[in-house]
T-cell receptor
Framework: QKEVEQNSGPLSVPEGAIASLNCTYSDRGSQSFFWYRQYSGKSPELIMSIYSNGDKEDGRFTAQLNKASQYVSLLIRDSQPSDSATYLCAVNRRAAGNKLTFGGGTRVLVKP | GAVVSQHPSRVICKSGTSVKIECRSLDFQATTMFWYRQFPKQSLMLMATSNEGSKATYEQGVEKDKFLINHASLTLSTLTVTSAHPEDSSFYIC????????????FGEGSRLTVL
């Protein structure tokens, strides 16, 4: 089992709809969780960080964390074509000396 | 968010030459910086952790003599790809953490290396 797993996609979403991305992780000692957006040919850009169970909202983005089930998700409301990118889930794994471990990323395509 | 700047953004070199990439934290001090490599359509792979004032720690499988890392100050880390070969062509991205060991990681713009 990979340390951080994501569905590679592509996740195709009509403009204006909600995009739902999931991420599971294996290290129960993980303490902080991040979502990054990466456009093709660019470096990752931090979208959200979440540290405790529950939901965290920032604009059109909502991150959800469930440590008991070891998953973290990202919702993108009112999806726009500019949201088309690869979304990387990253987990701060205590077992790895608090290094950030990235999932393979989910490619999202928002169609007008 | 915190700003991390990386230079150069693109470099093309001949096989056998060395290339240096700089990474700077512009608005915070970073005792630790991280260097990642990303091949096309793949995720980020951590190469090494750069520690200010001490030796870098390398991930398994990464040659420390080939990828020289220097972290001379709290705002600057450099990665030198020595004797570059075409298989070293990749997207190299540095990052630094703001706010402690569990804090957010911010990335530089990345450096695309092409070795001919």
């Amino acid at each position: 089992q990979k340390e951080v797993e994501q569905n590679s996609g592509p996740l195709s979403v009509p403009e204006g709809a909600i995009a739902s991305l999931n991420c599971t992780y294996s290290d129960r000692g993980s303490q902080s969780f991040f979502w990054y957006r990466q456009y093709s040919g660019k470096s990752p850009e931090l979208i959200m960080s979440i540290y405790s169970n529950g939901d965290k909202e920032d604009g059109r983005f909502t991150a959800q964390l469930n440590k008991a089930s070891q998953y973290v998700s990202l919702l993108i409301r009112d999806s726009q074509p500019s949201d088309s990118a690869t979304y990387l889930c990253a987990v701060n794994r205590r077992a790895a000396g608090n290094k950030l471990t990235f999932g393979g990323g989910t490619r999202v395509l928002v169609k007008p | 968010g915190a700003v991390v700047s990386q230079h150069p953004s693109r470099v093309i070199c001949k096989s056998g030459t060395s290339v240096k990439i700089e990474c700077r934290s512009l608005d915070f001090q970073a005792t630790t910086m991280f260097w990642y490599r990303q091949f096309p359509k793949q995720s980020l792979m951590l190469m090494a952790t750069s520690n200010e004032g001490s030796k870098a720690t390398y991930e398994q499988g990464v040659e420390k003599d080939k990828f020289l890392i220097n972290h001379a100050s709290l705002t600057l880390s450099t990665l030198t790809v020595t004797s570059a070969h075409p298989e070293d062509s990749s997207f190299y991205i540095c990052s630094a953490r703001s706010g402690g060991a569990l804090g957010e990681l911010f990335f530089g713009e990345g450096s695309r290396l092409t070795v001919l």
